[in-house]
Structure formats: C-alpha cells, structure tokens
C-alpha cells in the first residue's frame, strides 16, 4: 500500500483495514461492547478489593471526569472534555472523603491535560496548551494559550501532561489513526515543552497513544503505557509498558511488542528498512498487558498510607476494550517494581465489568494523590471519582 500521511489514512480507515486483510487473511478481530449501567451502592460495593483497602466515592454524578491534579491542601481539579468542556475544582471542607458541589474554575473546548507547579495550572485541548494562575481560593485567573499549534487530533485527541523531577513540562501526543505514518513528525510522540512558549522538543516517537506516564521515583526513569494497534485479532496488540528514553524509538506504526511486523505498514518504503531491520532500531516494551484493555494513567505511589511494598510500585487505570471478543480491562492495577524494574502488571481493584451480565457500571481514567496518602481514581463512564484508602485493621471492600 502507498505510504501517506496518518491523518488522512485515518480518514480512509476502511480502505487501510482491506488492505490489512488483503496481507493477512488469518486476522481476525472483533467488536464487543458491554452493555453499560448505572453505578449504585451495591455495584460500588461489589468491587473487590485487597485485603485492608476500601473504596469510598468521593465524588459523583459529574458526568466525563477525566484526569486529575491535587492541590497541597487537597482540593482537587479534574478536567472534562465535551459536551462539558471544562475544569472541576472539589474541596472537602469538613474533611469526611467525600467532596463539597463542584465548582467550575475554567470552560475550554476538549481539556483534557492538567498538570500544576509554582501555583500555576498548565492544561491541555487538542491543539492548545494553556497556563493559568491559581488563586488562594482555588479559582483560576489569567488563563492564556502557551502554544496554539499542537498536532490535530484524529483518533487520539487526548493529550496529557506531566512535570519531571526536575521540573521539565512533557506532554504526550497520541496519534491520528491507528497505524500508518504520520503527516505530522509530532504526532506519536512524547514532547519536552518549554512553558514560557519559547518551543518545543521530540523527546521520544513511535508511541502510538501513552495517555498515562510517571517517573520513577527511585530512579527517576520515565515510564509510560502505550495504547496497542487495533483490528489485529483479540489477543493483539498487546498493551506496551515502556521506559521512555530521550531519542528512542518505539516502533508505532510497524512493529510492536519483541519486534512483530504490522503487516499492513511496510517500513521499507520509508525508511529502506525492513521488518526485522526496523526492529533492531526500536525499544522493545519491558512488560505487556491484556490486548486491547486501553491503558489510561500511571502514577507512582509515592504517599505514605498504603503498606510499605507499594513504595516503588505503580498505578495504572485500564479503560477497557471494544476491539475484542471478550472484554479487556474495566480496572486498577498495580504494576510491582524490584529494584527499579517493573516485574508484573496484577488487577488491584476489578468488578466494574460483570461477565455474568455482560455489562460495566465503570471505566477506570485518571489517577491523583491526595496528601494524605489515599489513591484518587476518577471513572468517566460512572461520572464518579472513587478515593482509595488503606487501614490494616479495615476489612476487603466497603
């Protein structure tokens, strides 16, 4: 097939899926999506929990939250893309866990990035970046555009945003379909940013949607998870966790986990490379998950409530799948560390997809710390923000 750029094989997706069937009459894929009901007191109470941890709703019926930044005295943002398009700030004045009304603090079209330092907030549209002032109250003023020429959205619109250690803005941008070369050289891409508008760097490429991304931070190594490459069959494309190097390749669009070919994107055409040429050049993922499960965030448990295990370990939200016979995802997990390198992505919190019914009540996004060491998970299908919170003397769920 021809090479052109992503956003308009994006636009001819069903023309780009012939041809991959055309390569590979052996694909087979599917679409399976759960039927969706509303959370209640029992479902909330159903998950399953490890032993000593409880689920407590801190926040609900907000309809598309989406990722989260935490203030020092525990109010918390959350971002919401259209049909709100805007920015939710929730403070628990009496202290109980659970969250006054919300108040909106900003209205922009497709917000979805947040991040904060220095008593600003930085947030994220499709192709804006904006910085804004935080008040002592916890309302925002002065919100202006940084940079108004990011990447265009096609499939992947959901950029977001995160401070290094030492301080550096980087901000992921997903890419415009879902596998063939990019028109635009940042589009898949992990960008370093300079927030005073000067510019912006490619720091890694070839990752096709790393939504959620941390560091380490006994390392300080960057680590992300991809999004796998839909329509190659239930069990692929694996999810991808990868530590995220400055000037490394990941591969997206022409090969994925330990160097396998997207058969429907030839490299050589390109690049003069083949496959397995291409390969050798790309940084293979140190871990893999269940296809299709749709990772979300990652964070680093770096608080000071939960067992001293979890230090070192991380979170990560899967959303859940569609591409796939059964479903994939729909939960928390943990990703354990030893000695600064990931060793298994294991369920932490699951139950908001029912296999009896064939149904969800929940699709796992963003994740936040709050200052007193509980784990903040925000649910866009249930409009829910859960506070995750761990007491050894407590019992397994609510």
């Not at 070369?181 to 720091?203: C, Q, W, Y």
């Not at 000071?304 to 899967?318: E, H, I, N």
């Not at 925000?378 to 050894?392: L, V």
């Amino acid at each position: 097939m021809a090479l052109v750029g992503c956003a308009l094989a994006g636009m001819a997706a069903p023309g780009h899926l012939l041809a991959q069937k055309e390569i590979s009459e052996k694909i087979e894929a599917a679409i399976f999506r759960p039927a969706v009901t509303e959370p209640s007191e029992e479902s909330i109470a159903s998950l399953k929990v490890p032993e000593g941890f409880h689920v407590s709703v801190f926040a609900k019926e907000l309809k598309n939250p989406r990722m989260m930044a935490v203030l020092p005295d525990g109010s918390v943002y959350v971002t919401r893309r259209a049909p709100q398009n805007d920015v939710l700030l929730l403070k628990d004045a009496d202290g109980d866990g659970t969250a006054d009304a919300p108040i909106t603090v900003a209205r922009i079209p497709d917000v979805h990035g947040i991040a904060i330092k220095d008593g600003k907030i930085y947030l994220a549209a499709v192709r804006e970046l904006y910085v804004g002032d935080i008040a002592k109250d916890g309302s925002l003023e002065n919100i202006k555009p940084i940079y108004e020429d990011l990447p265009d959205a096609g499939q992947h619109p959901n950029r977001t945003l995160a401070f290094s250690p030492d301080g550096e803005l980087y901000l992921s941008v997903g890419s415009t379909c879902n596998a063939a070369p990019e028109a635009n050289p940042e589009s898949a891409t992990m960008l370093k940013v300079k927030t005073d508008g000067s510019g912006r760097t490619t720091f890694a490429r070839g990752l096709r949607n790393t939504i959620g991304f941390d560091w380490n931070p006994e390392t300080g190594e960057l680590w992300g998870l991809d999004h796998g490459i839909d329509w190659l069959g239930d069990e692929t494309q694996r999810e991808e966790l990868n530590r995220i190097e400055e000037g490394a390749n990941y591969g997206w669009p022409f090969v994925f986990e330990d160097g396998k070919p997207n058969l429907a994107d030839n490299p050589k055409e390109l690049t003069g490379l083949s496959w397995e040429e291409y390969a050798k050049k790309c940084e293979d993922p140190t871990l893999t998950y269940t296809a299709h499960a749709a990772p979300m965030a990652l964070l680093f448990y770096r608080g000071k409530q939960f067992p001293g295990d979890f230090s070192g370990d991380a979170f990560a939200t899967f959303h859940g799948s569609w591409n796939r016979g059964t479903a994939s995802g729909y939960e928390l997990t943990r990703i354990k560390f030893r000695d600064g390198r990931p060793v298994s992505i294991e369920p932490f919190i699951t139950g908001f997809y029912s296999e009896a019914h064939q149904s969800q009540f929940g699709r796992p996004c963003g994740l936040a710390l709050a200052p007193d060491g509980s784990l903040l998970m925000s649910d866009d299908g249930g409009g829910i923000i859960y506070r995750i919170t761990y007491d050894k003397n407590g019992t397994t769920g609510l």
